[in-house]
């Protein structure tokens, strides 16, 4: 199968049959509330003049996670519950909605919005980067693309990190084939794969750790692979390896056209982001900003 394949059975939307449904024919369809008890529910609700959900938890037959799974349905916001997923529990965005940390990565896709996915085809990568390891990137750039996904963008998180890659370990992917694979032209249909729940978000992992990540990702190879995930995708975020340790990560801004910085409270050095900015820039590639993490 050609890579053009690959990324459009990967970056295909599913239909929400939950779309229109009542808060019981959701739960009643996914396995969550039986017909005769949804009826006993029913019954309570026009007794008492009840919400659905306020009925059911008054008779104990829903719990408050069966309200909010079914409110995600009905509203197209879909979030997973843990415990149920493969997911880490550090991709805080894919499980708590509302909690504030979600709030403030909220703000910043929407900054990013705002700045640079403007819809257009040359806006439609963009690779996030640190001076370091351990000051937030893959988190950042992992929680950005769940939030970009329930907005109904249809996106894509690679993992470029062909170092010290981690994004399947933050979703519970098979790491086995990935990014080097589609480099040295040995990809196939499981190359990107699909995250159950989250129905507009799909995971590149980095795959192998190959001998000559640089010049893999040097290759005009890699440039083309960008352009055919934005004809098929809105959102292409790319976790970059940290730029002090190679020179993976300015390739890389240079591919996708722009970058975003993450630095990180008591952490980061003011003199290493600046390298990082110039370096991006001297490249030709936008910066389109800078996060503060750990704030």
């Not at 979030?79 to 550090?90: M, P």
């Not at 998180?157 to 981690?166: E, G, K, N, W």
């Not at 010049?215 to 055919?228: C, H, K």
Request: with cysteine; proline share 4%; hydrophobic share 45%.
């Amino acid at each position: 199968m050609s890579q053009g394949n690959v990324i459009s059975a990967a970056s295909r939307n599913v239909t929400h049959d939950a779309e229109g449904a009542s808060m019981g024919e959701v739960l009643v369809k996914a396995g969550r509330l039986a017909p005769q008890d949804a009826e006993r529910i029913m019954h309570l609700q026009r007794e008492q003049g009840l919400r659905f959900g306020q009925a059911g938890l008054r008779l104990a037959l829903l719990t408050q996670a069966d309200i909010d799974f079914a409110l995600s349905r009905q509203f197209d916001y879909p979030f997973l519950v843990r415990g149920k997923s493969n997911i880490g529990e550090s991709v805080v965005a894919a499980y708590e909605p509302r909690h504030p940390l979600v709030e403030r990565l909220r703000e910043l896709r929407t900054q990013l919005m705002l700045r640079w996915f403007n819809g257009s085809h040359a806006h439609k990568a963009l690779a996030v980067l640190s001076a370091t390891r351990g000051e937030g990137r893959s988190f950042i750039a992992a929680n950005l693309a769940v939030l970009f996904s329930q907005l109904g963008r249809r996106t894509l998180l690679v993992d470029a990190d062909l170092r010290h890659p981690c994004q399947h370990q933050l979703f519970g992917l098979d790491n086995r084939i990935g990014l080097s694979a589609l480099l040295s032209g040995r990809g196939g249909p499981d190359t990107i794969q699909r995250i159950a729940g989250l129905p507009h978000l799909s995971v590149l992992p980095a795959g192998t750790t190959p001998p000559n990540p640089h010049e893999l990702l040097a290759r005009p190879v890699f440039a083309s692979l960008l352009s055919q995930l934005a004809q098929q995708v809105d959102v292409v975020l790319i976790d970059s390896p940290a730029t002090s340790e190679s020179a993976d990560a300015q390739v890389i801004a240079v591919r996708a056209g722009a970058a975003m910085i993450v630095v990180r409270k008591n952490t980061s050095r003011a003199w290493r982001v600046q390298g990082v900015s110039h370096d991006v820039s001297d490249g030709k590639a936008t910066v389109v900003g800078a996060v503060l993490n750990d704030f």
